[in-house]
C-alpha cells in the first residue's frame, strides 16, 4: 500500500483512509489519486485532503478513477473540503453515482462511514 493509505477497522467497518492533505505538487496528487488500495472487498473511504491544492487536470483524474472503484467502495467522506474542493466533489459524485459527502474534520466523516457502512447494501 502507498504511504498515504491506511486501512482501518472502524466500528466494525473496513475503511481505507488516503491521506493527501498538505499536497501541492499536482502529479504526486494525481499519482496518489490512481493509487489502489489492494483491498478487494466493500469499503468505505475516507479522503482528507485538508490543505491540499485540486486541479481540473486532478478532478479529471479523479472522476477515470471513481468509476473503477465504484463496485467495491460503499461510501466516501471527504475532508477538508474548501469552496472550490466541495464543487469538484459534487461534480464527482453526479460524475460516478456515488455515494459522497463532505466533512470539515475526520471524525464526523468516519462516524457517517460507519453508519452508511453498516446498512444493509440492496
Do not use: C
Not at 479523479?62 to 464543487?87: E, N, Q, Y
Not at 453526479?94 to 466523516?109: L, V
Amino acid at each position: 500500500m502507498h504511504e498515504r493509505f491506511q486501512q482501518i477497522t472502524y466500528r466494525g467497518t473496513t475503511i481505507v483512509v488516503v491521506d493527501a492533505s498538505n499536497m501541492t505538487d499536482e502529479k504526486e496528487l494525481q499519482k496518489l489519486m490512481k493509487t489502489r488500495s489492494g483491498i478487494t472487498r466493500p469499503h468505505g473511504l475516507l479522503l482528507d485532503a485538508t490543505n491540499t491544492h485540486v486541479s481540473p487536470m486532478t478532478l479529471q483524474t479523479v472522476k477515470s478513477h471513481s468509476k473503477d472503484i465504484m463496485p467495491i467502495v460503499k461510501a466516501t467522506a471527504v475532508v477538508g473540503t474548501g469552496s472550490l474542493l466541495g464543487v469538484m466533489v459534487r461534480a464527482v459524485a453526479r460524475f460516478s453515482g456515488m455515494k459522497i459527502a463532505t466533512f470539515e474534520s475526520r471524525q464526523p466523516a468516519l462516524d457517517w462511514l460507519a453508519s452508511e457502512l453498516s446498512k444493509p447494501q440492496p
